[in-house]
């Protein structure tokens, strides 16, 4: 007993007690439900078998009735268009804004900061405010669209099954690229200024100093935002709740909303655990990437 | 071309584009005092000619605003609660040691920090249900939070714990201190900042939870505040004066939060994900 | 008689690297040992095992005569001045020097009392107030050295303290350092890489390399009688001289190979004829003559002048440094010829670089006499 307490003192079980505690809460609200889903997928669930622990295993189906449903394939294309269109937009649009104050000039880091306003508001707050923004009668959008002369008609965005997914996609581009330019601006600012200059006195314009050193000297940097981009698009759900929730007939659903669609407003557990399943081990091979990417970090 | 003048020019276009991307905040802020009439002129107005100020105390009574924020910073303190608790001690290991079972924590950390709310909703709700834990859905929601931020919280607060130099804890054993003592009397408040900074990032994050609380709060007088939002704006809604409002009340204390605090923030933000 | 410090066959790894190897060191009270050497040589992690920061794997560290190994740094009663200084950041000058005190529960006044003390005999007295990021590197370098003093611990452990100051400073806080040593009659174990510190300041010098002690003694005789060609060629400033050489047919003297140039030298002792060895002469024990009338006569590369010294560099290989006192009139291209004295002559065996010859000094760490006399005069 007094070499326990010794070791709480003195040695290295203080540091076990310490993070013994939070791993274990972490396998149990997060480790557990990974692999109750995983068996829930292989089971029926449904209201009345929600209470009980033992329900009848049904195999491979869950997973065969998911991928013979007539919506499974437009869903899962939605969800490519709605990571790529998203993640080109966040990374572009940032990436833009990180090249124009890296040019230093009084105020630059305290204007860039505030970009991050987006990042940091509630997710159906910001649903709401595109919402309205992209209201097909009196949205604000619209109207700048029809005086700049980019369109003749009202774009109905929320209902129109042509538009609906993008309308989605412009609110979660406007969401994210404030976190984009914030990562690249710190990529672009552990790059030694002395590079430059000696690209400048062999002889390279500001393009080929683009080229040849900004981005290979992003490159580390650029992996990482791409992959945690496709992380955090794939964690977004209040939008879609907020602006059109999965309609008109599903051609705005992805499948993180699909998912709890079915386990939440279909009562059908199982169907929503069999998308969690896929859905996570898609995930957790981005994470991969970006653990990978970020490595040189985790080893400090 | 001087350089005031080329500052001036740079700090003139840098405006404009912020300009540009807040738009949609100023929006929120202006529909929100617009007559109904004035929010379906057309063309609209960029300034409201009448604002209405009395709007905010009528939607924050008829919505039961107070209600809902209470719920939003009960799970909040909550979560933010219990995950510093958990998580600052975690982080500290994790930024102390250089070892094949740290990086595999780390790894397994940062994991469980991609994992959606979305799809792990599913298995907790229905694990939550079997234990009885939906008769107390806050609190059931608090844990969820917990588990899902904690792991983001780990990962800013390890770097926070890595730019305190060894040698000061060193010195402290030195001088007479345990582990415990050391720990407490030393880095612990040099790294307060960092740890604060966090808090304040994970409790923004809770704030705006909407997942969890969705799924696993029927009762409407337990609801947070962005559920209250969700189902404030039916499908074919027009009141979105109303609801702006309720939006201004509700994200405005965040703002103003992030604003005080914006150069910490973005800071202690930056440190965690990329070095 | 017991040792103030005792380490008896001591052993760390990390992992499969072998850190410090079987280390034996025992230090009387009242000496200032230094432990020098290359970096990457095990001397930090020697000081961070005394201090209790890092655990020894294998063999045996007592202080004051008591068993240390499982004891906790708090309960070991030493104090340590760290490379960085590790001055408590959000603590002022006096906090920082109480801190300690003021965990082993003294009393307020009294730790005040105790820092004013020490703060006068470290000049720190108007500096109290401040905190250390308000300090130049000097004064934080005062307050680290006045946090260890405060306890009067059993030793001082000293981690490279004076790295991080400029050159003039530091020659200035070797002799203070030196000074309280002797004033507060402390034990202390100093570490650094830089020879000359370790030369001035010591009673009993340590030479390490890849852990293990490659020789230790006091600071002349490691620089008379170095064990072995590392030592010999780490201590000294500028470094000795080594030519391959062969012992000559009579054994009396030594063929010494330039490459194109050959000369021969009398060695002080005979040795085995046809040994293949490795001859060290300090530069400083050279000196120059016209040539034909020395031992021998070599080219002339490189002449470095400081002003009060000249390093004649030989355009031979290797090369062969001269250091004569003054302004030399030698110039690059001339031949010299070089008087050496053969009892500075130091002969290593080729291959295993060992000492040829002469005996090894005493390796026992005890203070000079002085300090003990200044004990009795208590």
């Not at chain 1, 449903?69 to 969800?79: F, S, V």
Request: proline share 5%; glycine share 8%.
């Amino acid at each position: 007993m007094k070499r326990f307490l010794s070791s709480v003192t003195d040695g290295s079980g203080f540091d076990i007690g310490l993070v013994l505690l939070p791993l274990a809460f972490l396998f149990v609200m997060s480790g557990l439900p990974l692999v109750y889903n995983v068996v829930m997928s292989f089971q029926e669930v449904d209201m009345f078998s929600l209470g009980s622990f033992a329900r009848p295993f049904v195999g491979l189906k869950n997973y065969i009735d998911l991928f013979s449903q007539p919506e499974t394939r437009p869903i899962l294309l939605n969800t490519a268009i709605f990571v790529s269109a998203s993640i080109a937009g966040q990374f572009l649009i940032g990436f833009g804004l990180a090249l124009f104050f890296w040019v230093n000039f009084p105020g630059a880091s305290w204007l860039r900061g505030l970009f991050l306003v987006s990042w940091v508001m509630p997710g159906l707050v910001v649903g709401a405010i595109w919402n309205w923004i992209l209201s097909g009668d009196f949205g604000v959008l619209n109207f700048l669209l029809r005086e700049t002369g980019a369109i003749s008609g009202n774009i109905f965005w929320r209902s129109d099954p042509n538009y609906s997914l993008w309308a989605v996609i412009i609110a979660n581009i406007w969401l994210g690229t404030s976190f984009n330019m914030i990562l690249l601006s710190v990529g672009l600012s552990g790059i030694p200024k002395d590079l430059y200059e000696a690209a400048e006195l062999d002889g390279a314009n500001a393009f080929q100093r683009f080229w040849t050193i900004t981005l290979p000297m992003m490159r580390s940097t650029i992996g990482a935002i791409i992959a945690l981009g496709l992380i955090f698009t794939l964690q977004q759900f209040d939008l879609f709740a907020a602006i059109t929730s999965g309609g008109p007939n599903n051609t705005s659903n992805v499948t993180q909303y699909w998912a709890w669609d079915l386990s939440f407003r279909q009562y059908d557990f199982a169907k929503g655990a069999t998308i969690s399943v896929i859905m996570i081990v898609f995930v957790m091979f981005a994470s991969v990437v970006y653990v990978r990417s970020t490595r040189h970090e985790v080893r400090g | 071309m001087s350089d005031t003048f080329r500052n001036r020019l740079m700090f003139a276009v840098a405006l404009v584009l912020a300009a540009i991307y807040l738009f949609p905040l100023y929006w929120m802020y202006i529909t929100a005092l617009k007559t109904g009439s004035a929010m379906f002129a057309t063309p609209p107005k960029f300034w409201p000619s009448e604002p209405q100020w009395g709007i905010y105390e009528y939607v924050w009574q008829s919505r039961n605003m107070g209600r809902y924020l209470w719920n939003s910073l009960v799970i909040a303190f909550g979560a933010v609660s219990l995950i510093a608790v958990l998580g600052v001690g975690c982080a500290y290991v994790l930024a102390r040691y250089r070892n094949i079972w740290v990086d595999v924590g780390l790894f397994l950390i940062l994991m469980l920090q991609v994992l959606p709310a979305s799809l792990m909703v599913t298995p907790t709700f229905v694990g939550f249900s079997q234990f009885g834990l939906l008769d107390t859905p806050r609190l059931a929601v608090i844990l969820a939070i917990a588990a899902k931020s904690m792991p983001f919280f780990v990962v800013l607060v390890r770097a926070t714990f890595m730019s305190v130099p060894m040698e000061l804890e060193e010195a402290a054993l030195v001088d007479g201190n345990s582990r415990i003592g050391a720990f407490f009397n030393i880095v612990l408040p040099l790294a307060r900042n960092g740890i604060l900074v966090s808090a304040i990032l994970i409790f923004m994050q809770a704030f705006g939870e909407f997942v969890y609380s969705k799924s696993m709060i029927q009762a409407v007088e337990l609801q947070p505040a962005s559920v209250g939002l969700n189902s404030f704006m039916g499908p074919n809604t027009n009141e979105w004066n109303n609801i702006m409002a309720y939006a201004t009340i509700y994200v405005t204390p965040i703002l103003a939060a992030f604003v005080l605090l914006q150069r910490r923030i973005v800071s202690g933000l930056t440190s965690g994900a990329l070095k | 008689m017991t040792f103030q410090i005792e380490l008896n066959g001591v052993n760390k790894y990390y992992g499969a690297f072998h850190a410090l190897k079987d280390i034996n060191l025992a230090i009387e009270e009242g000496t200032f040992v230094a432990l020098v050497g290359p970096s990457g040589c095990g001397k930090s992690t020697l000081l961070r095992s005394l201090a209790g920061l890092e655990k020894i794997t294998a063999g045996e560290m007592k202080i004051a005569g008591q068993r240390m190994n499982d004891v906790p740094p708090r309960k070991r009663d030493v104090a340590m001045v760290f490379q960085s200084y590790a001055l408590y950041p959000h603590m002022t000058v006096e906090e920082n020097l109480t801190y300690s005190l003021r965990i082993r529960g003294v009393k307020k006044a009294e730790a005040r009392k105790a820092a004013e003390e020490v703060a006068t005999t470290t000049g720190l007295s108007h500096l109290m107030k401040r905190f250390p990021r308000e300090l130049s590197g000097g004064q934080r370098q005062r307050v680290a050295m006045s946090r260890a003093i405060i306890r009067h611990p059993k030793a001082f452990l000293f981690d490279e303290p004076l790295s991080n100051l400029d050159a003039a400073l530091r020659v200035h806080m070797r002799k203070e350092i030196r000074a309280l040593h002797d004033r507060l009659h402390a034990t202390s174990v100093y570490v650094t890489h830089d020879q000359i510190e370790a030369m001035t300041m010591a009673d009993h010098v340590v030479v390490m390399r890849d852990g293990v002690i490659e020789q230790q003694g006091r600071p002349l005789d490691l620089y008379d009688r170095p064990a072995n060609r590392f030592v010999a060629g780490f201590i000294g400033s500028p470094a000795m001289n080594f030519i391959p050489a062969v012992v000559g047919e009579g054994g009396a003297d030594a063929l010494l190979d330039f490459g194109r140039t050959r000369a021969r030298l009398a060695l002080a002792a005979r040795l085995t004829p046809g040994l293949a060895v490795t001859v060290g002469i300090r530069p400083e024990h050279i000196s120059i003559v016209a040539a034909g009338e020395g031992a021998f006569d070599i080219p002339v590369g490189i002449v470095e002048s400081t002003g009060s010294a000249t390093y004649v560099t030989s355009a031979t290989q290797p090369e062969l440094t001269v250091v004569e006192t003054g302004r030399g009139a030698v110039k690059s291209g001339d031949v010299i010829g070089l008087s050496i004295d053969p009892k500075q002559l130091h002969v290593f065996d080729a291959e295993t670089g060992e000492r040829i010859g002469t005996e090894r000094p005493p390796v026992t760490a005890a203070s000079p006499p002085r300090l003990h006399l200044a004990e009795g005069a208590r």
